[in-house]
């Protein structure tokens, strides 16, 4: 199965270490969607923009991980969507971003830059 992540999940990002033992497979555009930051992590729902993402290949114990990571939250829902590396999962925000800072570039890396 495969995972396609945006945030504080992604390479030199503070949560990347829960993708340890996952399999990158390659950076990918993903069209439609919206970036916002939420301070120490970032919040995504489909939009008219597009997101810097990373796919993986993981195994079910990591996707459990991450359910449960995401679940304390209960912010996110987990829906499946398609990729250039085939099916993954992404974790879309499923509260009102009214108020919040958009994240224009869709990079989280970028998100301290001037848009």
Aim: with cysteine; proline share 3%; aromatic share 12%.
């Amino acid at each position: 199965m495969r995972i396609i992540v945006y945030g504080s999940l992604r390479r030199k990002q503070g949560n990347h270490h829960w993708m340890t033992d996952a399999q990158w497979l390659g950076d990918h555009k993903l069209e439609g969607y919206e970036l916002y930051d939420l301070g120490h992590y970032p919040a995504v729902i489909r939009g008219d923009g597009s997101i810097e993402c990373e796919v993986y290949r993981i195994n079910s114990t990591i996707l459990t991980e991450l359910d449960d990571l995401k679940d304390n939250s209960r912010e996110y829902v987990r829906e499946l969507i398609q990729t250039p590396y085939g099916s993954a999962w992404i974790y879309l925000y499923q509260f009102p971003v009214a108020g919040l800072r958009r994240i224009k570039s869709g990079d989280w890396l970028k998100r301290h830059e001037k848009e």
